[in-house]
């Protein structure tokens, strides 16, 4: 796998040691035009939650452990005497993906009143719980926004397990979200592993793993490019 760094977009300068003030850059001023610009709110919001969260419960954002709860859709804050549930988890997950279909780049929404509301899919489904119970299923890493005609259409994924190539744009995306110091950062770590090289043999393993519980022979799921591969 090729890790493919993805270039910051700059919305500020930070002009705070010369002129006691933060400007604002065109960028930021062109969020408006984006195609994900709806989304911005909510995506805003759920990073905030994930701090504030952190607070609630005394402890470092960096020390956040999370975890999806399929049911409701949500985030929930894990430790050791209780969950506490912390945001939704489509717009958390959304930074990456830029309003896109993790597997076929089709537009998506992360608004529960959008039509095109995108659905959360785990890359590695649920049968690799019965091939090593130590892989959170449920955690971060594994966790994407999809389209709901990749995740349950006609010819979805459904309990298939994706291709190569697909397994390198999870691993970019975990990187994406380690390296850009989001709030769920130090979750990714703590699941995957503190190197980029332990964090890359978690992914193989969880795939090895999941090929042999499906037989060599199974085939790999890919859908067509239905939209511009922006990430």
């Known amino acids: 796998m090729v890790q493919r760094l993805v270039s910051a977009f700059l919305l ?3 002009e705070r040691n010369k002129k006691n003030a933060i400007q604002l850059t065109e960028g930021f001023m062109r969020l408006g035009e984006q195609q ?7 995506e805003t919001e759920s990073r ?26 949500l985030l929930m804050g894990v430790n050791a005497i209780r969950r506490t549930t912390v945001t939704s988890a489509r717009p958390a ?18 608004v529960l009143e ?49 291709s190569t190539e697909l397994l390198e744009r999870l691993f970019n995306r975990n990187e994406y979200l380690i390296t850009s110091h989001h709030p769920l950062r130090e979750t990714l770590i703590s699941q ?27 085939r790999k799921w890919q859908p067509r490019q239905q939209g511009v591969a922006i990430f």
Not at 53 to 66: D, H, I, Q, T
Not at 131 to 155: T, W
């Open 48 to 73: 905030w939650q994930l701090v504030e969260a952190a607070w609630e419960n005394n402890l470092s954002r960096n020390l956040m452990l999370v975890e999806y709860e399929e049911e409701s859709c």
């Open 114 to 162: 959008k039509e095109e509301v995108a659905e959360v899919d785990h890359f590695f489904p649920h049968m690799l719980k019965q091939c090593d119970s130590r892989k959170p299923i449920d955690g971060i890493a594994n966790l994407v926004l999809a389209c709901q005609e990749c995740n349950r259409g006609e010819n979805g994924k459904f309990d298939r397990l994706p």
């Open 192 to 218: 995957t592993g503190n190197t980029t090289e332990k964090r890359q043999a978690y992914l193989q393993d969880a795939y090895n793993c999941s090929t042999l519980r499906i037989g060599a022979g199974g």
């Open 36 to 42: 994900q610009f709806a989304n911005l709110v909510q």
């Open 93 to 110: 997950l959304n930074g990456y993906q830029k309003g896109r279909c993790f597997y076929c780049f089709r537009e998506i929404s992360v």
């Open 12 to 14: 500020i300068i930070d």
